[in-house]
């Protein structure tokens, strides 16, 4: 789904970057409210608030290290993780979109994969849209569905499968106002909505999976699951009313889950298994994007991309013949920088937000009255 130089225009790449510019301004402070949130104690033990920037790291480097495992979907066309939907239920929407957002220019950067100029077409169609229509659903869904562990996977399998055709579809409606060949885009938009439908369902499941993997052990780190516990009713002259929060009502951590340090250990040998040893056997057909853009003529003006002699330009180590050993290097580089840069960012959101609480406790008539 990334999408290369030259596939939309000047005019409207130009835009989308504006665009993707200004939904990674709110995020950023709507992520220094999520990282305090997440902070808080809660359900099963709350979590440290110097720990809150390298969980969301973990989640960036999770991320590219799941997208690099294309998986077949049709003939002769395979599919990854754009992973909105995932950031958005474990950290929070703002937040999310940063972590996908860093994947992606880390993605341009450093391995050549979606185009410079492209930056803002791929940040709004995979970190921007994903994240929006998926967080919105999965709210709407946890809602109306029972309070319960199994509700949440459910929410976010639906939640993520609805995010991908919605990305297809606003990558569409870029290319009808700013694409570069002339070609249907009545037929274009079927393709696209229809290959992404199918790579939906691994992003589905992958979601699920991994959203349901962390409920099991931690669910006071999932973002979404917030609030699951289902409140203890007394019946007080006859009517059923909440009772008080105690200590004691909360529920229960997995004892061998009580230090996030063990979550984030287990999540980041996990990212660098699949970078550095699974990849080797993912899909190499090409994805949805891809394949749509060689069918259509979509590709006819692409561009070769402007870091093309990377060192690691197309999830290889230059100058290391072994393939499987090339691509694996470049896999754990990438997870490697992606954690360092997604918990940097995280942190200095984290720290922003820090200050600016003291400030405003500083400057109060109360703060100054000690």
Known sequence: ?????????????AAAGVLAAGAIAVSLRGARRELDDTARPGAGG???????APLAGLVAAFIFAVQMLNFPVAAGTSGHLLGG?????????????LCVSVVLLLQAVLFADGGLTALGVNITTM??????????????????LPRSRRSVTAASFVAALASVPASAVVFTLLYAVGGTTDVS????????????????????AITALTVGAVIAVRPDLVHGARGLRQKLKLRVDGELVDAPETPESAEPVPAAARSPRRVWIAGL????????FVSFYASANPDGLEKVAADHGIDQRAEEHA?????LADYGVK?????????????????GVTVVAGTGVFWAVRRRRTADDERSETSSPAGTSV
């Open 1 to 13: 789904m990334h999408a290369p130089d030259g596939f939309i225009d000047v005019p409207v790449s």
């Open 319 to 335: 100058d290391v013949d072994d393939a499987r050993l090339s691509g694996g290097l470049a896999g754990v580089i990438g997870v």
């Open 307 to 311: 870091t093309a002699d990377s060192p």
């Open 185 to 204: 885009i009545g037929k274009v938009a079927t393709a696209m909505v229809g290959v992404h439908v199918l790579i939906g369902l691994g992003e589905a």
């Open 85 to 97: 939907a995932l950031a958005a239920i474990l950290v929070g929407p703002y937040t999310g979109v």
């Open 269 to 276: 040998v996990t990212s660098l298994v699949l970078a550095g």
């Open 46 to 52: 709350g979590v440290g608030a110097d720990r809150t």
């Open 127 to 144: 970190a921007l849209t994903t994240t929006v229509v998926a967080y919105a659903l999965f709210r709407g869904l946890v809602k109306v």
